[in-house]
């Protein structure tokens, strides 16, 4: 499958105003048709007595969990089916994932992290018909959805690849400029160099090396700019390799100008950070943006006219190598509703409830299938346009490789992170770290 795609043209706003004073209140459903074709849905006949309890990761903008939450009363006051929506912590969602699936019960739909679908695809339900639809629909599903949403060598679908979070590098415009920049440096040597001057400025810059599920996820984009990976086309692993010394030998100078304490820092840190005015510089969602635009005091809701937003700079590999934090919707085969999930899915999939949903969130959820690039969400305030493209050019976790139980295991255990954080902090040579990660992620890889 081919990641390397070209950035489609911005597409002009569709020009629906934003009102009121909150994100939720600000959406009014007059955006253009989006789809771009009428395929007759799937026939799913929903069980009598059908309820359903749904987990998903909780919000880091209050406009996602509104709009979630209306759209889901809107398909309980359609249907008549009660559902239940469980929001858990991001580091919690993965193990409760994986406990409803070895013990048979639980959640009867989840939007679980990444490929941890892959760790128990024989337990969930396959979608093809309703993948089918809403791809004929909505203009096609991104490479990345389809490298998550379906099971290598079938094809099948056991996942629908419902929103990425995309990051971009958010920094302070004004304290940029006092040390000279106008723009944002678009290579490796260019981001190292500015985050020296920053520091050197007394505004670091600041990324997470702890187990941040989302925020870490930086190290994989330095780790694929060098031309490493976890593995290759044939599922072998090749981390222990000349590419990723390079990769580990850059992070570490890099390091140097971070502001301490980032190797603790799970995804909620560095928000509070560049919010407090203790870093200028960070990679992350559009939600620190969204909480300084939609702050009660005055002053945070003044720096949202000072943050600017820039995509990841490009590595020697020559093309951008930048991740997405995909969340996958899942049925399990243990629900007694398969058809009301089914029917909540497609639902909550359609143009009027999704493109509302990415409204009040200000985009912080990317779309999975093309047609959602026309979404005004992504011109009416051209700070958001940065994360329209994040699904359409993201690589997935297991680049170079294709999706599997093992390499969602290597991911969960954050062998990758670790591997940089050693090194960072001088605990192991570039060298040492990596023979080590290639140790651990071979553990999975055997058969």
Not at 69 to 81: E, L, R, Y
Not at 221 to 231: D, M, R, S
Request: aromatic residues 12%; hydrophobic residues 40%.
């Amino acid at each position: 499958m081919m990641f390397r795609l070209n950035r489609r043209r911005t597409l002009q706003g569709l020009g629906a105003a934003l009102a009121g004073t909150t994100m939720l209140g600000r959406w009014r459903p007059a955006h253009a048709e989006l789809a771009v074709a009428n395929p007759t849905p799937p026939d799913y006949p929903i069980e009598d007595g059908a309820t359903l309890r749904v987990l998903r990761p909780s919000k880091f903008v209050q406009g996602d969990e509104d709009l979630f939450n209306a759209n889901t009363k809107k398909f309980t006051d359609k249907t008549g089916v009660p559902v239940k929506v469980d929001n858990q912590s991001w580091e919690d969602l993965r193990p409760l994932t994986s406990v409803s699936a070895n013990v048979g019960s639980g959640p009867d739909l989840v939007l679980a992290w990444q490929e941890d679908p892959q760790l128990f695809a024989d337990k969930l339900i396959v979608l093809n018909d309703l993948a089918a639809y809403l791809g004929e629909k909505y203009g096609g599903w991104f490479p990345v959805a389809q490298h998550y949403g379906k099971v290598a060598g079938t094809g099948d679908w056991i996942a629908l690849p419902f929103g990425g979070g995309g990051g971009t590098m958010v920094y302070r415009g004004s304290w940029l400029k006092d040390v000279g920049y106008d723009t944002f440096p678009k290579d490796f040597p260019g981001f190292l160099e500015l985050c020296k001057v920053l520091q050197k400025a007394g505004h670091p810059a600041g990324f997470a090396l702890g187990h941040a599920v989302g925020d870490a996820g930086w190290t994989d984009w330095v780790l694929w700019g060098f031309g490493g990976a976890l593995i290759d086309e044939q599922e072998k692993v090749i981390l222990n390799s000349p590419e990723t010394i390079e990769a580990l030998n850059y992070a570490k100078e890099l390091y140097q100008t971070f502001i301490p304490g980032t190797l603790s820092w799970l995804d909620p840190s560095n928000n509070k950070a560049f919010i407090a005015g203790d870093i200028g510089l960070t990679s992350n969602g559009i939600s620190i943006y969204y909480a300084c635009k939609t702050s009660d005091d005055p002053k945070t809701r003044a720096l949202a006219d000072d943050i600017q937003h820039a995509i990841y700079p490009i590595g020697p590999v020559g093309f951008p190598t930048q991740g997405v934090l995909v969340i996958n919707a899942i049925i399990f085969k243990y629900t007694p509703y398969p058809n009301a999930a089914r029917e909540y899915l497609r639902f909550m999939m359609e143009e009027d409830q999704y493109a509302a949903w990415q409204e009040a969130s200000l985009g912080y959820w990317c779309h999975p299938l093309a047609a959602y690039d026309k979404n005004s969400v992504w011109t009416e305030d051209p700070k958001a346009t940065p994360y329209r493209d994040v699904m359409r050019n993201a690589l997935p976790q297991s680049y170079k490789g294709p999706p599997s139980q093992a390499a969602a295991a290597v991911k969960a255990d954050f062998v990758t992170v670790d591997m940089f954080q050693s090194v960072c902090v001088g605990q192991q040579t570039a060298e040492e770290a990596a023979a080590e990660a290639e140790r651990r992620a071979k553990r999975y890889f055997r058969s």
